[in-house]
């Protein structure tokens, strides 16, 4: 799940991570008065979308304007910047083309900077570490630092059986060429962000820029933060952030019916229980020639309702000419699965075609309501049977 940088700030700075005095502002009247709650003379504009490089974007009724990102010295030019972001589209690298409406301002104190760096927290699944990446190209994408200047990230990882020690914040400061107060103020930084990481049980943190002021300090100027969503039931005020008119509608659909539902751009949609399996099936759809239009995984335990929301859920997307439905019943039963499609496709009224595999539990069953259905389901034996008939039937749907 991620959240808004006023968010994260939000957050962080309960642990004691440095960020500059801000306010979240709803509407361009709460930009100005969030301005005139700051000391000044610099006010800095932010506009709060859920993508990367505000920035460098562009507003789509002003693309060759300034970007969701501004400076201004007086609150007239915050009143004016306020009105140039607020309910407009904000086109960024991460948003695509189509671009997010800004919806919430951030409004935070200028702050004199002296050297801007990189630092974020992860998860090395590879070495089951918590992984600090710092780099002294401060505010550019991370990714571009390490495909032309690899040596300038540098790794520490935190075994989590112990934990973070000074030393290992040391070694960050010492790799950035950190001394006397801004070394001390970076070993403070660092531990901070650690304890902040574990405890709100965050899947990445990323400080970009984290800079040095002018005064020694080392502060947070920027703040990304993404949380593992399997332990949002035990960070309830995490979990209040969620921001649902971020999320695709698909997805926050499927987060309400506890389904892990994720869209693509293919158009064949994909109804299964399992994640390998899931993955299996896209694979092999791609194997004979089809694109996978989502993944969709309706879990062991789903019941009727589930199954109903699920396969209606497929359907919405309009770029879906053809659905595969491919069940192992072990937990799941054949026949509940049979049930909740053959009511979603009469009530949504199916105009594409359906290919269903299923195998396991009370499969005949399954296979009797389906039969019984009157609807045009194709049936299939096996998997590599079920990914070749859907193929073929959308691409004679897509041809006719």
Request: net charge negative.
């Amino acid at each position: 799940m991620n959240i808004h940088e006023y968010q994260a700030k939000e957050l962080l700075r309960k642990y004691g991570v440095a960020v500059p005095d801000g306010f979240a502002a709803m509407s361009v009247d709460e930009a100005v008065k969030a301005a005139e709650k700051l000391p000044g003379p610099l006010y800095v504009v932010k506009s709060q979308i859920h993508a990367g490089g505000r920035g460098a974007g562009h507003f789509k009724n002003d693309p060759k304007g300034k970007g969701g990102v501004r400076l201004c010295k007086t609150i007239d030019e915050v009143r004016a910047a306020a009105s140039a972001m607020m309910n407009q589209i904000l086109v960024t690298k991460q948003t695509g083309a189509e671009g997010k409406e800004v919806q919430r301002l951030y409004i935070t104190d200028g702050v004199d900077i002296s050297k801007e760096y990189y630092c974020s927290v992860v998860l090395d699944r590879a070495t089951s570490r918590v992984t600090f990446m710092v780099s002294t190209e401060g505010g550019m994408d991370i990714e571009e630092v390490a495909e032309s200047s690899p040596e300038k990230i540098h790794k520490v990882g935190i075994d989590p059986a112990t934990g973070m020690w000074p030393f290992h914040a040391r070694k960050l400061a010492f790799a950035l060429g950190l001394a006397g107060d801004s070394n001390k103020s970076a070993v403070k930084f660092f531990m901070a962000l650690y304890k902040a990481f574990t405890d709100l049980d965050a899947s990445i943190v990323e400080i970009n820029p984290m800079i040095v002021t002018e005064a020694g300090g080392v502060m947070a100027l920027d703040a990304k933060m993404n949380f593992d969503e399997n332990a949002l039931f035990r960070q309830s005020q995490v979990a209040g952030m969620r921001d649902e008119s971020e999320e695709d509608e698909k997805e926050r659909i499927a987060h309400e019916y506890d389904l892990s539902y994720v869209s693509l751009d293919g158009n064949i949609g994909c109804m299964v229980n399992g994640a390998g399996l899931a993955m299996s099936t896209m694979d092999i759809i791609q194997l004979y020639g089809g694109h996978p239009a989502n993944f969709l995984d309706v879990g062991g335990g789903a019941n009727r309702e589930k199954v109903t929301a699920a396969f209606k859920l497929i359907l919405s997307d309009k770029n879906v000419q053809g659905v595969l439905v491919n069940i192992f019943g072990g937990i799941m039963k054949c026949d509940v699965i049979a049930e909740g499609v053959v009511a979603a496709a009469k009530e949504v009224s199916l105009s594409v075609p359906l290919v269903v595999r299923l195998e396991g539990t009370n499969v005949e069953k399954g296979k009797e309501i389906l039969l019984k259905s009157g609807l045009p389901i194709i049936a299939a034996e096996n998997l590599a049977d079920a990914a070749q008939k859907v193929v073929e039937a959308t691409q004679k749907a897509q041809a006719a």
